[in-house]
């Protein structure tokens, strides 16, 4: 026990003569200690599509053409934005190219449109190979809703077309 005991006075001893008594000091009069705490939060742009394929299905094209829904209509789709108060935050959306099979080419703008609802109202909007707009909100948010989309069966040389679809989430 008195091994212990002088193993204790020795680190006692340690502590005091090696911080200078500072430690010691700071708990027997009760100066204040300031810690600064920092957190670095960055800003977070999240984006979900239900699928990743949208298929229409093959109609004897009629006169005059009608659109076609695509199948498993509607389409869900989740945009989340961690962004500082105020600031703009933009989905958009467009087409890579053309509807192409082979050497065959059919205009994604006359053929492909789609309409919002629960959260992304409006429409229809056509397809383009430019970036659209498709709902603008400020700060923070998350914005859930569905799109439908519908392709104009005219007369075409057959094929499997196919284009690509990308959705942006953007936020300067």
């Given at each position: 026990?008195?091994?212990?005991?002088?193993?204790?006075?020795?680190?006692?001893?340690?502590?005091?003569?090696?911080?200078?008594?500072?430690?010691?000091?700071?708990?027997?009069?009760?100066?204040?200690?300031?810690?600064?705490?920092?957190?670095?939060?960055?800003?977070?742009?999240?984006?979900?599509?239900?699928?990743?394929?949208?298929?229409?299905?093959?109609?004897?094209?009629?006169?005059p053409p009608v659109w076609i829904a695509a199948d498993a209509n509607p389409h869900s789709i989740v945009a989340l934005a961690f962004v500082p108060t105020g600031q703009e935050v933009r989905?958009?959306?467009?087409?890579?190219?053309?509807?192409?099979?082979?050497?065959?080419?059919?205009?994604?703008?006359?053929?492909?449109r789609w309409t919002g609802a629960l959260g992304f109202a409006g429409g229809p909007w056509y397809l383009t190979t430019s970036a659209q707009d498709i709902v603008e909100w400020s700060g923070f948010g998350i914005r859930r809703g569905t799109f439908s989309f519908e392709y104009y069966n005219d007369p075409q040389a057959p094929g499997t077309y196919k284009t690509t679809l990308v959705y942006t989430l953007v936020s300067p």
């Open positions: 026990m008195k091994k212990l005991i002088r193993g204790i006075v020795i680190v006692a001893f340690l502590c005091v003569a090696l911080t200078g008594g500072q430690l010691w000091a700071q708990g027997v009069s009760g100066n204040p200690v300031n810690v600064t705490v920092q957190v670095n939060i960055q800003q977070y742009l999240w984006l979900w599509f239900d699928t990743d394929t949208l298929n229409f299905p093959w109609t004897t094209p009629q006169n989905l958009q959306a467009q087409a890579t190219g053309e509807l192409v099979s082979g050497r065959d080419i059919i205009p994604v703008a006359n053929h492909i």
